[in-house]
């Protein structure tokens, strides 16, 4: 089992709707979550962290984390051409000593 | 503004000739990381540095050695690149360890030929 997993994708999103984008982790003593977003060829940028349950907003972007059931998710409102990249999901893991633990990624598609 | 800095943005190297990547920054962060990123994966922690106390991952080869002369930057030498060295190199700084945001420079391409 993947520490952190996420849909591949591609997940295609008409503009002007919701983006929901999933991640589950293995390690049930994580307490920090983080999503990325990565445009192709670029580096990660940090769009949101979220270390309690429930959910966090911030602009257009709404983080959700459910520890009991080790999910975490990024809701993406009013989905903007611009949004369209990868976005990963990173979880502070006690697997490997408080590490960050990186997920593949969701490949995210805007359709105008 | 407050930044991580990558130099070079892209480098080419042949085979087996030592290459090293830079990275600096100016949010005066204790915790400096180096990532290497291929293409569809995951960034890979390669090492990672709480002010002067250098933490090698155990799967990093030996070929990856690193650097930090001073707070503000940090330094990846290869040894003798592989072809299968080819990546992006991710610096990645924050204020302290596991908890805490990561903010990432803009990579470094490494081609080798």
């Known amino acids: 089992q993947k520490e952190v997993e996420q849909n591949s994708g591609p997940l295609s999103v008409p503009e002007g709707a919701i983006a929901s984008l999933n991640c589950t982790y293995s390690d049930r003593g994580s307490q920090s979550f983080f999503w990325y977003r990565q445009y192709s060829g670029k580096s990660p940028e940090l769009i949101m962290s979220i270390y309690s349950n429930g959910d966090k907003e911030d602009g257009r972007f709404t983080a959700q984390l459910n520890k009991a059931s080790q999910y975490v998710s990024l809701l993406i409102r009013d989905s903007q051409p611009s949004d369209s990249a990868t976005y990963l999901c990173?979880?502070?893991?006690?697997?490997?000593?408080?590490?960050?633990?990186f997920g593949t990624g969701t490949r995210l598609t805007i359709i105008p | 503004d407050a930044m991580v800095i990558q130099n070079p943005r892209y480098q080419v190297t042949q085979f087996g000739k030592p290459v090293t990547l830079s990275c600096s920054q100016t949010l005066n962060h204790n915790v400096m990381y180096w990532y290497q990123q291929k293409s569809s994966q995951a960034p890979k922690l390669l090492f990672h540095y709480y002010d002067k106390d250098f933490n090698n991952e155990a799967d990093t080869p030996d070929n990856f050695q690193s650097r930090r002369p001073n707070t503000s930057f940090c330094f990846l030498d290869i040894r003798s690149p592989g072809l299968g060295d080819a990546a992006m190199y991710l610096c990645a700084t924050s204020k302290g360890w596991g908890a805490y945001e990561q903010y990432f420079g803009p990579g470094t391409r490494l081609t080798v030929t």
């Open positions: 990173a979880v502070e893991s006690n697997f490997g000593n408080e590490k960050l633990t």
